[in-house]
């Protein structure tokens, strides 16, 4: 992709020769280190190929003294675009104004985009960095960005780790928040059942066990306190860890109703445009949207880019409206089953993926308007749930 704009630069030609010629013409160029690009043969034997304009030149002067005959096609680039504009000085200037805009707004930031996954929404960290000198349009010699990193930290006590990597005109940021550390946190916390089954076995990290094996529990008993007592008596708190394995009952149900709507779109779709010239937004043109249309909405930006891999500090926002309406539908018995055990099979997988199944009972029941369809399971797990403890 960089080669295809230095070859724009350069210029470059499509040159043709005879199919009889072809063979001497390649070894000829291998031979004096000619390179050429784009190389296809026709069905009539005729051999095309690109040069830049400075290896034509070279091949023009050898050939000079041989009798293989080449035609140029036509030429390419910027050295075509001045010959053909020389007698135009005022599109001349402006093309020596527009390669120097471009120079020099290479000098500056043009996007910063945040690449990691966080809570915090990526707008808020942009602005913040803003506040810190980092922002579309700041010179980039003007921005120590490992003092920006280190100043960050200090203001945003949120986060415990950032960097700002410059990949052209783009400020990509990796940051990491503390609180994604949650299992180092200090926090102090109990265990407690999120189901109740019977004790099988159990393993305490940290805290104080309150079960054994073999007892019965109910759901939000406590199993492991994170109140602890020395030795002298008295108390402290911890962060407490363990698991604890159990043999737990329990029924899963999920109703599908014979008489359901859908969402159908009708084909019809109207757009809105703007455009965006760094940090700065103004309405281009739009679609005229219907008042009372029913829609989803659709946000792309797409930036334009130079050379194939230059982004420029201008995109064109446009928000994508597809009009759909809701159709009253009804299911089958066998398509509501179906459905059913498709909505089933998402439930145990969404809340029981880390569980041995040892025994399942399935209960189908078909009323005048719905299907239900009962699972009930009989499953070993971890049974544990941090509760916070409460220590003010």
Known sequence: MAFSGVKWLWG???????????????????DRGIDYFGLRVDENGEMRFFLLEKEYKILTSILDKSDIKVYSVYGRGLPF???????????????????????????????????????????????NLEALGCCEGAYLKSIDFENLCIDYLDRYSDFSWISVNMQGTVAYVEIQEKRLYGEQANTPRNLIAAYGGIIEDYSVYEGRSHVKSGNVVKKGDLLVSGILEDKDGELRVCRARGEVMATVDLSLSVEVPYNYQKQVYTGRSYEKNRLRFFNITFPYFSDKIPRDITCTTLN???????????????????????????????????????????????????????AELLNTETVEKQTESSYILTLNIKCRMDITKPADIETQ
Request: charged share 25%; hydrophobic share 45%; net charge positive.
């Open 300 to 354: 792309q930006t797409q930036a334009a880019v130079l050379f194939e891999r230059i982004e420029l500090p201008l995109s064109l926002e446009k928000q994508v409206y597809r009009e759909y309406t809701v159709k009253d539908l009804v299911y089958s018995a066998d398509e509501a089953k179906a459905a059913a055990h498709r909505l089933m099979e998402k439930k145990v997988a969404d809340e029981l993926s880390r």
């Open 81 to 127: 675009v001045i010959k053909q504009r020389r007698n135009r000085a005022g599109l001349l200037l402006g093309l020596v104004i527009y390669l120097a805009l471009i120079y020099t707004s290479s000098l500056f930031v043009w996007d910063i985009r945040v690449v990691s996954d966080t809570d915090t929404p990526h707008n808020i960290i942009i602005k």
């Open 12 to 30: 470059y030609r499509l040159i043709s020769c005879e199919g009889k010629s072809s063979a001497r013409l390649i070894n000829l160029m291998t």
